[in-house]
């Protein structure tokens, strides 16, 4: 029986299965968010990579002119727009290469022209293409329109579209714009070191050390969280600003400008860099460490030769984590930057201040570069140390060294006076009546309805975008991650939807925040309609924060059994029952941790929105910019301090409220 | 209800299946009836594809090519939620956070029982499986064992066609394993469902199947009762794989002989031509222990002279291991009983004969040769 006579599979076509009603609610349901994430992430950059490449340029040679005498006779003679610039230099070449609004007048190529005199003048184009204004009537034949002198002054010129590099063109020959790139870099880089280095002894000392009141130390570092990154920049105008409390530290430099953001960089991505290296640091093998004493090691060998390399991962993880947190931030330049420009507020800039899109694109597809590199190395170093961690190894217990314990209390102290004093001077500063001059107490800073920014219907705004986008996209985002971890089948549709929920992790908020300006704010698009309302602000923010809940879903769900799915099918119960009974309950905690990740950034968050509130929508976090650009920097940091209040509470709230139910729902844990 | 349903019609049909991952081909032209009321038993190494044609006639994993047929319906294409099978998996897959109870009760839902009969139907399975009380506790507070009959209570509750098991026995520690293989085979007989049991361990095996499918590389090797393919392995393979089996190198002398150095011994047919190599094959416990000198006595050919290396003592048997420059280096194993050593006087280090049963005394090509037993 063992001659097997053929070894190869007989040709013709394979079995095709029957798809049963639960894989086709499945596909179903993933196509519907695969499309959403198309709509919310890809559609757009792509609108927004179009409009990069976008120029548009007036073609002078596409019109012709002719002018009559005095009675009102042409004589026949035909000019061309090209030839009447040449012979009068109305316009230099860097005026024709305008946006996509640019309009030019016509009466400068006529010297004698006066808007009372009698002279009659035609105009025409001389392809379709060609286009000219009359007042506000678009002209698009290629017949010639005759005109008194006094209409043909509201003749403008309108450019032609083109795909084209110009606009890199003139990004990369402006210095004012490309300067902000070396910035931005440079910023990225100094902050990263120092925020990698700060948090390592930090989360060295809670993880290896015997010191006291670690549990406070770990609260504290995570603060800067639960605020907008811009508030630091808001502690640090009072501490070294102007007029600020301890200036003269400063020995005459200014905050505004490198040193600001780097100080107010730190603050907000320690947190981050801090959670990264401390896990690295809490799955070290205490094997090891008995190796290294036994074979009579120094504690500095040790440390380098045991501790680094085991926690590089971690240490290079934190960096390019904090790096793309500080290249992208939009919020922190922008109240404390001054005159240094970078990439993000360059962004803004072009958009909003001079209303030059495709330029604002431009620096937009400048910034997506580095954004995506840093998170394309760190996904790859991180799936390394899942490697490391699946290592069977022995948890490290620290011994008690009085001497280095001290030295460590005395590090983190420092540490957490730094992150607690800035939170504390921006309370400070919202309760004084007006700095330096009036230091009264008073809760006039709170009277945000009579300040800039939308007053306290932004406050209530920011708390409904924040539970919206918390249950919304908790549901989203875990049913996405159930179907593409548990469906069958279908490994071109999965992969793709995998790929869509990283992408927006390498996308900085900025980024997506132009981009949906491009898609949604299109007369032409469908969805134009929820452009300017909350349900906009809400999907930009799920989108923006998808790929981190999505990972946390995935990991929960890949702790499931693998067969759940195969038992219902063979009981003929439908996959959803299971999904309501079995897998949302035991990955609750999984998905309380998704709802408060969202709740705390769609609070704190300002770069992606700030392109997409309208008066109705005001929010938050952007009236802290608002009010703080406006020079009402006191009750900017009331605001922010109502951010941080509010978020510590969900926090607190969130965290009572799983116990709660953890131990109604997960009472079988115990044994 | 405790006599047996005897085996009736073919249940299960399996014709020509093929399953192909990427450029591996996992089964290979695969064809099995599974009568009524059966308990069969796919046993072979880990990679063999057992657990991939049960996840075929489940529906679980589509096989490539090929039918199967169950209870006469084609469900070839169907997914597994349209066909009629409980399924225990070695995980168990029980629902962490569902009392026992819920957990059975899980899959009579929504079929129009009353809430009064799922109960009934919970008490009544919980019973079956010898754990009526513990129906509101939750899996994790349960042992393995006891996870184990919930996982079977659940299969069962709906009252399947047909039962698969997936090495269900293979997470649980060796007693336990030894007492629920019975208690399952027991269940099994008293419902008359037809089971297909996935399993590496061939006592498990021998133990509980009606039929075994040996397996190996995607093919089935040889399908037989337990006692078939113990005592008439089909190959080399089986008969490696299944009990202990001593094999010497050897070749087919005149009438069918085996050839082994000078000596030659008369075995069970074979049908290979003269000259073949093959190995010759003989059981440990088919071995026949005999004083020296017993072959000029009795004139029985099929003897042998050998050294008595070593004895172990293994409580019934007295495993032996005997030398004969003939068997090429290799040591011939023996199981000898108590009885027998006492009588014969054996020890370590003497000489004695053996005989090698010419009923018991089997040849097989060697591996890789063309043409199998006939």
Known sequence: MTDTAQDMLPSGPAVKGKLSRDDIIMRGSMIIIALYLVVSLVFPLYAMLSKSFSTYRVELSQYEFQVSNEAGRFDGTILTGAELNARTNTFADADLSTGADG???????????????????????????????????????????TLDSNTFRRVQLRPVKAQGLDNFVSYFSTPALFNSIKNS?????????????????????????????????????????????????????????????????????SIYGPIGIVIGSVFFTFPHAFIIISTALAISDARLYEAAASLRSSPWRTFWTVTVPGARYGLISAAFVVFNLVITDFGLPKVIGGQFNVLAVDIYKQVIGQQNFEMGAVVSVVLVIPAILAFAIDRLVQSKQVALLSARSVPYEPQPNKKMDRIFFAYCTLIGIFIAGLLAVCQFAALIKFWPYDLSLSLNNYQFDRMDGGGWGSYVNSIKLALMTAVAGTAVVFFGAYLVEKSKGFRTGRALFQMFAMLPMAIPGMVLGLAYIFFFNNPANPLNAIYGTMAILVVCT?????????????????QMDREFESVAASLKQPTMKLFARVTVPVCLPAVLDISIYLFVNAMTTVSAVVFLYSPKTTLASIAVLNMDDAGDIAPAA??????????????IIHLLASRGILKKTQAWRSR | MLQMIPPKETYLSIRDLWKAFGSFIALKDISLDVKEGEFICFLGPSGCGKTTLLRAIAGLDLQTKGTVTQGGQDVSNLPPSERDFGIVFQSYALFPNLTIEKNIAFGLENAGRSKAEITARVRELLELVGLPDQGRKYPAQLSGGQQQRIALARAIATNPGLL????????????????????????QRKLGVTTIMVTHDQEEALAMADRIVVMNHGVIEQVGSPTEIYREPANLFVADFIGEMNQIGSSVAKGGRLAVGEKTFACLPHGLADGTPVIAAVRPEDVIPHEAGYLETSGNRNCIDVQLA????????????????????????????INAVRRLGLEAGCQMEIELPDNRLMAFPVAGGEGAKQ
């Open chain 1, 103 to 145: 309009r030019l007048p016509v009466t400068g190529f006529f010297p004698d022209f006066s808007f009372r005199s009698p002279v009659m003048y035609q105009i025409r184009n001389t392809t379709d293409t060609g286009r000219f204004l009359i007042g506000s009537n678009l002209q698009t034949g290629t017949d010639w329109v």
């Open chain 1, 185 to 253: 870099l440079w910023i990225a880089v100094l902050s990263t070191v120092v925020t990698v280095s700060l948090a390592f002894w930090f989360a060295y000392a809670l993880n290896r050390s015997c010191m006291k009141y670690k549990g406070v130390f770990r609260l504290i570092a995570m603060a800067p969280i639960l605020v907008p990154s811009l508030l630091p920049g808001i502690a640090l105008v009072y501490l070294f600003g102007n007029q600020g409390m301890i200036k003269e530290l400063l020995f005459g430099a």
């Open chain 1, 542 to 558: 799920v989108t923006h924060f998808y790929t981190v809940s999505h990972l946390t879903a995935v990991t929960a769900l890949k």
């Open chain 1, 638 to 651: 009331a605001m922010g301090m109502m951010i941080f209040y509010t978020n510590a509470l969900a926090r």
């Open chain 2, 164 to 187: 698969l098991l997936d090495e269900p026995l293979s997470a649980l520690d060796a007693k336990v394993r030894v007492h629920l293989r019975h208690e399952i085979k027991e269940l």
């Open chain 2, 310 to 337: 070593e004895m172990e003592f293994l409580g019934s048997f007295w495993r032996c291991r005997l030398t004969n420059k003939r068997f090429g280096g290799k040591e011939l194993i023996a199981d000898f009983s």
